[in-house]
């Protein structure tokens, strides 16, 4: 699956989960810059996002992300 694709995914996860669409997909925005993204939300995106892939993500791979670049490429790797 290419990264445009991913991105896309990821961006419908966040608008159903969020209920609106007031931010940007670059690989530098974090969940702290994105209104309404808390730590209930966080966990509802990322369970949107291992049923979207069909994969699963490890606590010790969460932890590392810091960037809405690093969560991408993670899914990316994780969908090969």
């Known amino acids: 699956m290419d990264k445009s694709t991913i991105v896309g ?3 419908e ?6 209920k609106h669409e ?6 530098e ?4 810059e994105i209104k309404g993204w808390d730590s ?3 966990m509802i995106i990322i369970t949107e996002i291992e049923k979207a892939f069909g994969i699963r993500f490890r606590l010790k791979e ?3 992300l810091n960037n809405m670049g690093a ?7 994780k969908s090969q």
């Open 22 to 27: 007031n931010f940007e997909m670059t690989d």
């Open 9 to 11: 995914k990821v961006r």
């Open 71 to 77: 969560l991408i490429n993670l899914i990316e790797t």
């Open 13 to 18: 996860i966040l608008v159903g989960v969020l």
């Open 62 to 64: 969460l932890n590392k």
């Open 40 to 42: 209930l939300s966080h």
């Open 29 to 32: 925005v974090t969940a702290s």
